[in-house]
């Protein structure tokens, strides 16, 4: 039992390690901590047990001559034996718990982006696929990348303007179709969905916190707390009329703190 519970207690420091690599939940790290701390505990309980001195036990007096004394337990913490070293590895083990938090504190992950991929048709939220002329001069409809309609951070706004009036940024200049523009529908303030469209302006609402984005000049912000523009998805057309993506938004979606390395 003391040489079981002390194997538990060295594998579960080393998946703490593991969970903490690889940015896991930090529940998960709590349960694989909690699990090495009792594995510990049971090990010394039952240590402790075997130290104690039968209850019968006797010492032997008036007894005149040399006398054997009686058998002592073994030392359960010696460096001799399986349990002895399993004690050793332990120990070993509690001093990589100690470089968890600098791994906590280590370079996290970049987001890696999201469903849109070459070729993608635009859909709407119910999967019905967008032709380049389905929107009248005005319009706006939320779409995601076809069969990928369960992925939020992949929503797109799609907005059809007066072609001649886009001012997109130097070498955006076709990424539109037909007066079709798409941007990402998470703000990239706090990640609330963009989903206002005042035609008058041109311009996107954010009704978390007010940012006001410029549809014809990129997205950019206007006013309002946001700093970064709405990231652009590149568009074209397919053989048959619809809607396509020529990749993934060239920015990550939403606010820094959702992809910005550390």
Not at 44 to 58: E, Q, S
Not at 83 to 107: C, N, Y
Not at 195 to 214: G, I, M, N, T, W
Not at 238 to 254: C, E, S
């Amino acid at each position: 039992m003391k040489s079981a519970a002390l194997v538990v207690a060295i594998l579960a420091a080393l998946v703490c390690v593991i969970v903490t690599a690889l940015h896991a939940s930090p529940a998960l790290l709590g349960g694989f901590a909690a699990l090495c701390a009792a594995g510990v505990a049971v090990a010394a309980g039952a240590a402790a047990v075997d130290l104690r001195a039968p209850d019968d036990l006797t010492e032997l007096r008036h007894m005149r001559g040399p006398t054997s004394a009686p058998p002592l337990p073994d030392d359960v913490l010696s460096r001799r034996g399986v349990f002895g070293r399993l004690w050793w590895l332990t120990f070993a083990s509690f001093g990589l718990l100690a470089v968890v938090p600098l791994i906590a504190l280590g370079r996290r992950p970049r987001r890696t982006g999201t469903a849109w991929f070459k070729g993608a048709r635009l859909v709407t939220p119910q999967g019905r696929p967008l032709k380049a002329d389905d929107l009248v001069v005005g319009a706006v409809e939320t779409v995601f990348p076809e069969g990928k309609t369960e992925s939020p951070e992949s929503a797109a706004l799609l907005v059809r303007v007066e072609n001649d009036r886009l001012q997109l940024p130097a070498g955006r200049g076709d990424w539109a179709r037909q007066g079709n523009v798409a941007y990402s529908k998470v703000c990239t303030h706090a990640g609330c969905p963009v989903a206002l469209y005042r035609k008058a302006s041109h311009e996107l609402y954010c009704p978390c916190h007010q940012s006001v984005f410029d549809v014809l000049g990129g997205a950019k912000p206007v006013s309002g707390p946001a700093t970064r523009a709405l990231p652009q998805l590149a568009l074209d057309v397919d053989r048959d009329g619809y809607l396509i993506a020529r990749g993934d938004f060239t920015d990550p979606v939403g606010p820094d703190e959702w992809w910005r390395t550390i």
